[in-house]
């Protein structure tokens, strides 16, 4: 007989604990299941994000990487632990507010853990000090910099200016939902679940094409006992099939006989939680019979190849193109013409919360809470997989930590969902890093052909374009990359005569779908490479170049869209000479008497249309008076990190005329908040934000006409009353006296907003967007000729934004959007089968991000809710050619395969000499 | 295994940690830090032995001819310690081990018995001429970290022994050291390339070189030839001149997602380079 283990004792946030839960058990793991530390966050179980980072006897570790009974006797101190009472924990969850440094949140406890044993010891620590004690923990969204900013302002003077009614927008207003991604409480996916839930578990594919066949899952289930069902292809009640566009769905929920990309689920055992965890699936009952796989786009291509979707000849799951003008006719115009062709590999997402959720059935409806960027895409796609109405689903997002595209996409819904309908439990999943990194969609890799030609006094005057993009295995969002990059591969310049063509191809590999910037960012390394080159060969400077050919709004897109007022790309350009001037010059007085390490600067400019292209994509608003007077925002659109919550709010505060705190949030929740559409595209601030400011409209003129009273009327609340102020006179308008509709309220507004886009023809020629982004980036760079490493030195990034509703926001999208765009630069690149985590897969530490510089250029849309444009994508777009023509103003080295890790560089810089010797 | 088997046993002393290992045949934890990656919700299955309580791990010893490092220790520990400047590269080594978080639990015999290709410790170790102190409920031994590891996570340690101590020699000690290491980010970086490099001066010269490369064959190794062809060199930053091709020529790299074969070849030959001037400069070195 075992002994009985004797319970664990330690002291958690200075209280003493008991548990009886298994010493070997993750010390993470027994702190969230077992001691309701759920602020001790789970990004990869291998030490590599320091999510799970808690203080053991003061000083930090990963608690996924300690066993629970290491932690016998030892002071254990939580996120949870960080009381407002202790003065410098409370100074730093101020300074983090203050500064912007949490986005979405998930590696918020990790980073204030570290930060806080850092200052413990060290009051005022050096920024190399902050880096060196913040390292190992990763963060996806913010671009480090705020975060280093409030460690470093960790003492400084809270700000505690209200903010005065009708001045919200425009103001650094802290995020709303901010204080619980502070103190652990904000759910994520993984955060909440019914006591009585089921865990489930997917049987997934080693192989990344295969033929498979079903054992005898009875005698499994038997041999484990726990198990309380397993689920396959025959147990999906409705379609067994998802995806994000109609015509388009063709993924199944569990592989029938074929599976076409490694990971691929083809059944999901449930089984009480230990039953789960402890379940070896390696004994699954299953034959496979492995097949070649297709993994390049030339392979699936071929005539020969044997076809993915029955539908889909030669693998091509869908084409764009857009033509404009004659490139025959511009090419002969042309005097100087540059060409090239660029590869680009698989991205992550490197989301630190991997994707997770629980669902339970209630009567003949089913609830699916999970963290997602699109809710109603999720109902709509969990009601057809069971066979019931959309209504019977009621989708409830949690915090999203990180998204930036992948969560458009089901993951753990489909699963959950089947499970919970037939077991009538509630059941919940977590997927593990590998299992996220293995199974979720992916950036498409590139292939990119394009060739420019200009005159001699420097005008474009004809670009051909064509790109193949690897899809994978199912279809995901391959249509929108194949659409969206014919419209953006000229980049924001007046091109007269304009082809783009692409395919989005499939192949036996982990699905490509949506990723910031929708194959833009692959686009731009082409195109702003070349644009750089086209200068040199001219010898133009290459700042100039664009400026001479910086679309304004007279001239037409090459979709022939005449943009009118609100495009400020050419004040993006303006605005960043004198630092060109500056970059420039240090660079080259550096590499006077500088032989190994060499410096240069680099730039790179983009445009970016919000919103769906030429599809409808409305956002519906809704904003009810409540009797107490208060304003409940039943705000649907997901807040991924990115503030929608409070750029939201801002706008329909100062369009209604109201402060922020009357505002209560209700949602994201389909069964109350109207549909918003995705959390994709850079559409929030603009399509939701334009609709929460008619919404916001509609009430004040509700307000307005019970007071009789004119458009300029101040609104000021009360708990009891509002009194509508025109002049000296004041009129009250009686709350209580007030009929209530049957949702409890006095007023009511719901107003939508859907951009205006017109289809585009078979030329791909109209208005695909009501809204373009644009901005450019200057980098900054150092290379090591020896060893082929490059630093980024600094980054200085200018973006059109029409408004800043939240400065704050906006530099945080920029800072996060430039650590992406730097990571696929220098260092990211995903192989399928081969770096399922997070140290194979590396994406930017804090150590890896220079001081950024943003300029905001104001130049407002006459469409977007006081003028703004979206900024999510825009941000990412030039960072990555910036750097490579930085590069090449440095070295002398063309990169047109990213990422640029030292040995490529060091490769490219051995052929250049060669190549200057010969 | 049989009745009475202890599921997670954290003996504090030695004697009782080899008595157990020797019963049970149990997984060694000790930081963790590698051992957790590969575990689900909990480590197993079968028995464990935390051997992060026993005191006779932890601590470091000055003797009049050597330096011996408790097989316990954690890498904070090591950094924090006060150790001649011979240790200035391991220390190095030891500040981009994974993160702080992975510094203030992982043990430097850990680090060893892991045996990655790839690990930071291994290079200044084996220019420290360290031996480790082996024991069982049996007996002792001790090896030369250079016999201990055998090829990629393979080691000659057997069933029931545990690594207690790692030793270096005074004479080395005092010399001056520097680490640098080669990777694609700023931290929790696996190496493309590591170096070691331990310098003792007589008369401005070189009385004696140790150069050690990771991370570029499945065992880190020491460069003779080169180790040769540095002596009696003035101790001056032209020393790495000496540094030629042939030197790094028996390097068997890997081609991986981090680096062709080619590259880290010829990386190793420059950072070694590096390393030496860092050392003589009188710097302890980092990230390259």
């Known amino acids: 007989m075992k002994p009985e283990p004797a319970p664990i004792r330690f002291r958690l946030n200075g209280s003493a604990v008991s548990t009886d839960a298994p010493p070997a058990m993750r010390l993470s793991h027994a702190l969230r299941e077992h001691l309701g530390q759920r602020g001790v966050k789970v990004g990869c179980d291998a030490g590599d994000c320091g999510a799970c980072t808690v203080l053991m006897n003061g000083a930090p570790i990963c608690s996924c990487l300690t066993a629970l009974g290491q932690a016998a006797g030892a002071a254990i101190e939580t996120v949870e632990g960080l009381a407002e009472t202790d003065p410098l924990a409370a100074k730093l969850k101020h300074a983090f507010h203050r500064h912007g440094a949490a986005q979405c949140g998930i590696c918020t ?34 671009g480090y910099r705020k975060i280093l900013a409030a460690v470093a302002d960790a003492d400084g003077v809270e700000t505690t200016a209200s903010i005065e009614t009708g001045h919200a927008v425009g103001a650094r207003v802290k995020r709303l939902d901010g204080a619980r991604k502070l103190d652990g409480s904000e759910i994520f996916g993984a955060d909440d679940w019914p006591e009585d839930a089921l865990v489930l578990r997917c049987i997934r594919s080693p192989h990344a094409h295969a033929c498979f066949r079903l054992g005898d899952l009875d005698a499994w289930r038997r041999a484990n006992p726990g198990i309380a069902r397993v689920f396959t292809a025959a147990d999906v009640p409705g379609r067994n099939m998802f995806g994000t566009i109609g015509p388009f769905i063709d993924q199944p929920v569990f592989a029938r006989d074929v599976v076409r990309f490694e990971g691929e689920a083809i059944a999901a055992v449930v089984a009480d939680p230990e039953t789960a965890w402890s379940l070896d699936l390696k004994d699954f009952p299953v034959t496979w019979e492995s097949l070649p796989p297709l993994v390049r786009i030339d392979e699936a291509t071929d005539a020969a190849a044997p076809q993915l979707h029955e539908n889909r000849a030669r693998n091509l799951l869908t084409e764009g193109r857009v033509q404009h003008g004659d490139p025959a006719v511009g090419f002969a115009e042309a005097e100087v013409v540059v060409e090239g062709a660029f590869s680009t590999g698989f991205v992550e997402h490197a989301y630190i919360e991997p994707e997770a959720g629980f669902a339970r059935r209630a009567g ?53 969902a089947v499970a919970a309908w037939h077991l009538d439990r509630p059941v919940r999943m ?34 051909e374009f064509h790109g193949d993009f690897n899809t994978g295995a199912y279809a995901s969002w391959g249509p929108t990359v194949a659409n969206r990059v014919p419209v953006h591969a000229s980049g924001p310049y007046h091109v007269p005569h304009y082809r783009a063509t692409t395919r989005a191809i499939h192949t036996h590999l982990v699905p490509a779908g949506a990723f910031r910037g929708f194959g833009v960012p692959q686009t731009a390394i082409a195109q702003e490479q070349l644009y ?127 402060p922020l705190d009357r505002f209560d949030l209700v949602g994201a929740d389909t069964d109350q908040t109207p549909d918003c559409g995705k959390t994709s595209a850079s559409r929030q601030t603009f399509v939701t934000g334009k609709a929460a400011f008619l919404a916001a409209q509609a009430l004040r003129q509700q307000i307005l006409r019970l007071a009789n009273a004119g458009e300029d009327a101040r609104l000021e609340f009360s708990d009891a009353a509002i009194t509508v102020i025109e002049g000296e006179r004041r009129q009250h308008l009686d709350l209580a006296r007030m009929p209530r509709d049957d949702r409890g309220f006095v007023l ?17 020629q109209g208005s695909p ?101 979206g900024i999510g994508e825009q941000a990412l777009i030039p960072t990555a050619p910036a750097i490579l023509n930085a590069v090449h103003h440095a070295t002398g080295i063309r990169l047109r395969r990213v990422p640029a890790i030292p040995d490529r560089v060091h490769a490219a810089l051995l052929a250049l000499k060669e190549h200057r010797h010969a | 295994m049989g009745e009475g088997l202890p599921l997670f046993a954290q003996p504090t002393g030695l004697d009782e940690a080899l008595d157990l ?150 004479r080395l000690a005092n010399g001056r050291s520097s680490f640098l290491k080669l990777g694609s980010r700023r931290y929790l970086v696996i190496s493309i390339v590591s170096v070691g490099v331990l310098l003792i001066e007589g008369g401005g010269r070189v009385a004696e070189a140790r150069v050690a490369v990771g991370a570029c064959s499945a065992v880190a190794v020491r460069l003779r030839a080169l180790e040769q062809a540095l002596l009696g060199r003035a101790l001056v930053p032209s020393l790495a001149d000496a540094v030629e091709p042939r030197h790094v020529a028996g390097l068997m790299p890997i081609d991986d997602v981090r680096g062709t074969a080619g590259y880290r070849r010829g990386a190793a030959q420059e950072l070694i380079c590096d390393a030496l001037r860092t050392c003589i400069e009188g710097r302890a070195g980092g990230m390259a």
Not at chain 1, 125 to 140: K, Q
Not at chain 1, 453 to 463: E, F, K, L
Request: charged share 20%; aromatic share 4%.
């Open chain 2, 21 to 170: 290992a020797a019963k049970y045949r149990p997984l060694v934890l000790a930081g963790g830090t590698d051992l957790m990656v590969g575990a689900r919700a909990e480590l197993g299955p079968g028995p464990v032995l935390d051997i992060s309580r026993v005191a006779e791990l932890k601590g470091i010893a000055f003797s009049a001819d050597a330096i011996t490092i408790g097989g316990g220790t954690t890498w904070s520990e090591l950094v924090a310690a006060d150790l001649p400047c011979g240790f200035d590269g391991l220390k190095a080594a030891g500040l981009e081990v994974g993160s702080v978080q992975i510094q203030n639990r992982g043990t430097i015999a850990g680090n060893l018995c892991n045996a990655s290709p790839a690990a930071d410790g291994v290079p200044p170790l084996l220019t420290l001429d360290a031996t480790l102190e082996i024991r069982s409920a049996t007996g002792a031994r001790r090896m030369p970290l250079a016999e201990f590891i055998t090829g990629n996570r393979r080691t000659r340690l057997e069933p029931g022994e545990l690594v207690t101590a790692i030793q270096v020699p005074r």
């Open chain 1, 532 to 658: 750089d080159e086209l200068a040199l060969k001219l010898g133009m400077d290459p700042l100039a170049f664009r400026l001479k050919n910086a679309l304004s709004g007279d001239k037409p897109t090459v979709c022939g869209q005449v943009l009118g007022s609100g495009f400020g790309f050419k004040a993006c350009l303006e605005a960043l000479v004198p630092h060109w001037r500056r970059a420039r010059a240090e660079a080259e007085t550096f590499n006077r008497t500088s032989g190994r390490m060499r410096r240069g600067a680099g730039i790179a400019g983009m445009w970016y249309g919000c919103g769906n292209t030429s599809l409808p994509n409305p956002s519906t608003m809704r904003i009810g008076l409540k009797p107490g007077g208060r304003l409940a925002l039943f705000q649907g659109a997901v807040d991924i990190g990115q503030g929608s919550n409070t750029v939201v709010t801002q706008i329909a505060a100062d369009a209604l005329g109201a």
């Open chain 1, 430 to 463: 977590v997927y593990s890093r590998t299992e996220s990194m293995m199974t979720t969609t992916k950036r498409h890799p590139a292939q990119i052909r394009m060739k420019v030609g200009a005159t001699r006094d420097g005008m474009i005057r004809a670009i």
């Open chain 1, 364 to 416: 003949d409806r089913i609830e699916v809470q999970a963290c997602t960027q699109s809710p109603y895409l999720d109902r709509d796609e969990v009601a057809a997989i069971l066979g019931i109405a959309p209504e019977q689903v009621r989708i409830l997002p949690t915090a999203v930590g990180g998204g930036f595209g992948s969560k458009l996409d089901l993951s753990v819904q489909p699963f959950l």
């Open chain 1, 769 to 869: 967007y009501a809204v373009y982004g644009s901005g450019a980036h200057i980098a900054e760079v150092e290379v090591d000729t020896d060893l082929g490493l490059i630093r980024v030195r600094r980054m200085t990034c200018a973006h059109d934004v029409g408004r800043a509703i939240n400065p704050t926001l906006i530099e945080g999208q920029i800072e996060g959007g430039v650590a992406q765009g730097l990571g696929m630069a220098l260092m990211e690149e995903f192989f399928p089968g081969r770096g399922e985590n997070l140290h194979d897969y590396l994406i930017p530490t804090i150590g890896d991000i220079p001081p950024i510089e943003s300029i905001l250029i104001e130049d407002e849309s006459p469409v977007g809710p006081f003028g703004a444009k």
């Open chain 1, 748 to 764: 009511l507004a719901e107003e939508s907003f859907d951009p205006p886009t017109t289809p585009l023809d078979a030329n791909g």
């Open chain 1, 109 to 142: 406890p990790g980073m204030l853990m570290s930060a806080t044993a850092l200052l413990r010891r060290n009051a005022t620590p050096s920024t190399a000090e902050i880096e060196n004690a913040l390292g190992g923990v990763l963060c996806r969204c913010t």
